[in-house]
């Protein structure tokens, strides 16, 4: 059966790479996977301290089924997948794969290493100053995951089953199949989801005097299915490296909220509210990139990086009274075309002792183009109303050119450069207006590595933040029955940074990090009043922040806790910025929502994530816990403070490689069935200037989740 599989996919899957098979690709017979290190220019010293080496040995203890099951076990290193960055260099995330980070932005990193089987990987290194012709850009450090030259043909297949408590079950199935076909080395893949998740809760609002005044009760329920199909490939095209990465995506959701509202005051008569959504979400991305050894000190680089969002969303609100009757409908119907085309050049040249020197120009155009009609019916039939900003089009050209160079001396290494950015958006439509923006990008991460295991970074640079274009388009937020107005005037933020870290290793596994920074923002992005009532995005002044981070991997030694480790990463901050409404200096903002997963993101106040993992090698099982927990994140709207915030989030899992050569691993989310709280206080006019008018205190739960997953190679 197995060996079928195989020739059944060796047959197939080579007909999709034709196009790459043209005349005289294979004039160079060399591995893909680790291309002839004599044909590589020369390169900076590789010491000891500039990178740790874990051979693929080192994970067996973990079970590892996949490259990203290695690379969330490397000690003290945390996996970025870069997402909407700017650009692509800001958007490429702290992996790289053969010493090429993948191009794309959708298809993200973690995404790709999940469709690599274990098998194929013949080690990691954790990078910390540049080696060879890798630029870390920016990060403290890079992981390069590097893959066997000699890896047979694998399929990876992966099942799973989460059960939410609350919401449903929600099956996935995905498939991927590595091989080589001539010398092209590639991986196609395929996955399937049915989600179900929902957020019911209960909500009472108050008066000013804090007296009860109703109850709202939410059923909110979503499903539908996701869709994935992914093409890798890479080949010598003559003296050409050659990659190409695409994705396909298909993403359906039905959303269904019911909220029955119970008046407190008597003689009032309930009341109720069905609020339907329907997405249509279609994405590709094609991503193509090369590279050329130019001369013996010179390497050359070239990107083509193109993605396209399709959405048809949909939304209407139905009141009922009492008896069931409708006494108003409204329908937002949308259409809206997102689309990046990136293209990207690099020279990496060698040619000087201890320095390693690249420039590269990136253009990238983006446009969003949106189409909307509302209507209201409260019984005399439906009648179109114009929402400012709900049918523009957005378009952005920006050039980015950057000279940089990475100095080594002795224990020293200094990665400086300069970059320099234009920018220009133009907007069509229900605003028209063209705007320029340029910025000078100056950087420069001084590192110390006195001897092995022990590393000191300062670094200092200026970052230009991506605008959000759904910020320039309007919408209504029917639940919060309010409008989300667009701003045509939005402008990128600016974050001049100032960071200083130090590391020390100990042994195989042990690891302490710690981090202190202070940034300074220009043209900050927060909720800026249009009216005493409504707000937008918007740039509202200055703004500062600062705060330590602790990143530590540890050891567990009781003797019954062999093999065990421990996995500690808390970040605490301030920042201050005047408020717009009040004229007094506030924190900023932070981001509202409840699923997303613990992330340490800018606005947090202070976010902890600590695990354990104890790995049984001779029962081949593994089991671990997990406990997180963040601040609340309060948003400053013109005539709103809506604040949210959760309980502690819980996890455990247990898992096994005991049985048929699978994992198999039972996980629990949310274990606790943790509260999410939202406190909303609404005032009469602006915010803290004007009376109360009421208070809404909402409750509910994501639900307890169970996963069972399934997965193995062959």
């Not at 929600?170 to 996955?191: C, H, L, M, Q």
């Not at 075309?337 to 020197?357: C, P, Q, V, Y």
């Not at 439906?382 to 160079?405: K, M, S």
């Not at 923006?437 to 991506?466: C, D, H, M, N, W």
């Amino acid at each position: 059966m197995t060996s079928c599989l195989r020739q059944c996919a060796r047959v197939l899957i080579p007909a999709w790479l034709t196009g790459l098979s043209v005349a005289g690709f294979a004039q160079e017979s060399l591995p893909v996977s680790q291309p002839a290190n004599d044909s590589a220019p020369p390169a900076a010293e590789e010491r000891n301290d500039s990178l740790v080496n874990y051979p693929a040995e080192f994970f067996t203890r973990y079970q590892p089924k996949t490259a990203l099951d290695i690379v969330n076990r490397v000690p003290g290193f945390t996996l970025d997948d870069g997402g909407d960055k700017r650009g692509f260099g800001g958007a490429a995330g702290n992996v790289l794969i053969n010493d090429r980070r993948p191009s794309t932005k959708q298809d993200s990193p973690s995404a790709i290493l999940n469709r690599i089987s274990a098998e194929q990987v013949e080690r990691v290194e954790l990078i910390r100053v540049r080696v060879r012709d890798i630029d870390l850009q920016g990060y403290p450090e890079v992981i390069n995951v590097r893959l066997r030259a000699d890896a047979p043909a694998t399929i990876r297949w992966e099942v799973y089953f989460r059960y939410n408590f609350d919401q449903g079950l929600t099956p996935f199935a995905g498939i991927s199949f590595s091989d080589r076909w001539k010398d092209i080395e590639y991986n196609v893949g395929f996955d399937a989801r049915y989600s179900r998740f929902g957020d019911p809760g209960a909500i009472e609002t108050f008066d000013p005097d804090g007296v009860l005044t109703e109850v709202r009760v939410d059923e909110d329920h979503a499903e539908g299915p996701d869709f994935n199909g992914y093409l890798n490939a890479a080949t010598w095209l003559g003296r050409n490296f050659v990659r190409l990465n695409s994705r396909i995506n298909s993403e359906n959701r039905d959303i269904l909220l019911q909220s029955t509202t119970t008046p407190q005051v008597p003689g009032e008569l309930p009341s109720q509210e069905i609020i339907a959504t329907v997405r249509d979400n279609k994405r590709l991305e094609i991503g193509l990139d090369g590279e050329r050894i130019l001369s013996s000190d010179l390497l050359g680089k070239a990107i083509i990086l193109y993605s396209l969002l399709e959405q048809e969303p949909s939304s209407s609100q139905q009141d009922l009274d009492s008896d069931g009757q409708q006494t108003r409908f409204r329908l937002e119907d949308e259409s809206a075309t997102k689309s990046e085309l990136i293209t990207r050049f690099e020279l990496n040249w060698a040619g000087l002792d201890d320095h390693a020197i690249q420039v590269n120009l990136e253009r990238a155009f983006n446009v969003l183009d949106n189409e909307q009609v509302f209507t209201d019916d409260t019984g005399d039939g439906p009648v179109v109303i114009e929402i400012p900003g709900g049918n523009v089009r957005v378009e952005e050209e920006r050039w980015n050119f950057v000279a940089q160079d990475t100095w080594t001396l002795g224990d020293f290494s200094l990665d400086y450069g300069l970059g320099y950015e234009r920018s220009t958006i133009t907007q069509t439509g229900d605003a028209n207006q063209e705007r320029t923006f340029s910025f000078i990008k100056p950087r420069a991460i001084l590192t110390y590595s006195p001897r092995q295991g022990q590393q000191t970074r300062l670094r200092a640079e200026r970052e230009v933040s991506q605008l959000d274009f759904d910020d320039f388009v309007s919408a209504a937020v029917f639940e919060d029955d309010d409008i989300a107005l667009g701003n045509p005037d939005l402008r990128p933020d600016n974050t001049w940074i100032l960071e200083l870290s130090h590391e020390r290793r100990f042994g195989d596994v042990a690891v302490v990090k710690g981090t202190v920074f202070h940034n300074w923002v220009e043209d900050t992005l927060d909720f800026l009043p249009l009216t005493p009532t409504f707000e937008v995005n918007g740039n509202i002044g200055d703004a500062r922040r600062w705060g330590v981070i602790l990143e530590t991997t540890l050891p567990v030694f009781p003797a019954r806790l062999e093999n065990a480790r421990l996995d500690f990463k808390a970040r605490w901050q301030d920042s201050t910025v005047v408020d717009p409404v009040t004229g007094d200096d506030r924190v900023l903002s932070g981001e509202g929502g409840f699923r997303d997963d613990m992330a340490f993101l800018n606005e947090n106040r202070y976010a902890f994530d600590v695990k354990f993992r104890q790995d049984l090698e001779s029962q081949k099982v593994s089991w671990g816990l997990g406990l997180g927990w963040r601040a609340d994140r309060p948003l400053f709207k013109a005539d709103e403070l809506d604040v949210f915030d959760e309980d502690y989030q819980a996890t455990a899992f247990i898992q096994t490689t005991r049985w048929l050569g699978m994992r198999i691993s039972l996980e629990g989310e949310n274990m606790l069935d943790s509260v999410f709280y939202r406190d909303r206080t609404i005032f009469e006019g602006e915010r803290s200037l004007t009376p109360v008018k009421r208070r809404e205190i909402r409750e509910g739960t994501n639900g307890v989740r169970i996963w069972l997953r399934m997965s193995g190679t062959f």
